[in-house]
């Protein structure tokens, strides 16, 4: 069995973080954490990446959108959206069509196929959505919102969600 290790010394040299109260981490841990609880639900039913649920999700809110355009607003790596793009499009999911006045530019929206499977696991993704606010008062709901708005507007505007 190993030994169990102290943390470091906190010296003027080594100031680890604790990360345990670091915001970045926090909310990184978080985010993960619900991510998954709902990730679980519909890997297991549609065989669907995380990465994948996300692609179609925001092409279901706004269609016609490029590659890039979905990579910014996700705030994903361009790499990871186009290999998912590419298993949907091969899944029959989502179709990949030359934008009419640019033709480098690939316009993307969801199939017919596409549109059943994200009607069936946004359903899913809003009950547990529900389900971690409910651990919230009504008041704490509102703060929250205006707190991650107001930490989302510092961002440079990068992935900010667009209300209507």
């Known amino acids: ?5 102290k943390p470091a010394p906190a010296t003027a040299e080594h100031a680890p973080l604790q990360l345990e109260h ?3 981490y926090r909310l990184s841990i978080l985010s993960n954490t619900i991510s998954q609880a709902i990730a679980d639900d519909y890997q297991r039913r549609y065989d669907l990446s995380m990465t994948e649920w996300r692609v179609m999700a925001v092409l279901g809110r706004f269609e016609g959108l490029s590659a890039r355009e979905v990579a910014e607003r996700t705030a994903m790596d ?4 186009s290999r998912a793009l590419s298993r949907l ?15 480098r530019r ?3 929206s969801l199939t017919e196929a596409g549109w059943a499977m994200h009607d069936e696991v946004a359903p899913m993704a809003r009950a547990r959505e529900r389900a971690v ?17 107001k930490l989302q507007a510092g961002n440079g505007g990068r992935a900010t969600a667009n209300r209507d």
Do not use: T
Request: proline residues 4%; charged residues 40%; hydrophobic residues 45%.
């Open 78 to 81: 361009k790499v990871a959206v």
């Open 89 to 103: 499009v091969e899944a029959g999911r989502v179709n990949r069509d030359i934008h009419d006045g640019d033709k």
């Open 22 to 24: 670091f915001l970045p």
């Open 106 to 108: 690939s316009v993307l």
């Open 133 to 149: 606010l409910a651990r919230l008062d009504a008041e704490e709901r509102v703060w929250l919102e205006r707190i991650l708005d």
């Open 1 to 5: 069995m190993p030994a169990k290790r």
